[in-house]
């Protein structure tokens, strides 16, 4: 029996439902990242290749740019 998301890997059950191990971690991504999964998966994925190279750059930019500013946030509410 295969998966019920990529209908192609062995599935096992999860609790949530029958994915193989690779789609269950997408489920667990959406679950922790929500919409923007869907987001990256829009603007990166389904790109040519070479935007995809400058997409890929551009979103690790903005990725960082929010992580650094959570640390900082987070370094501010313990002062
Ligand atoms: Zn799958």
Redesign the pocket.
């Known amino acids: 029996m295969s998966?019920y998301?990529?209908r192609?890997?062995p599935?096992l059950y999860w609790g949530t439902g029958y994915?193989?191990a690779?789609?269950k971690r997408l489920q667990d991504a959406i679950s922790i990242y929500g919409d923007r999964v869907f987001e990256v998966v829009e603007e990166v994925l389904f790109r040519t290749e070479d935007k995809q190279e400058h997409k890929i750059k551009s979103e690790l930019k903005k990725e960082i740019k929010s992580k650094e500013k959570q640390l900082e946030d987070d370094k501010q509410t313990k002062l």
Do not use: G, I, N, T
């Open positions: 998966c998301l990529c192609d890997k599935r994915f193989c690779d789609c």
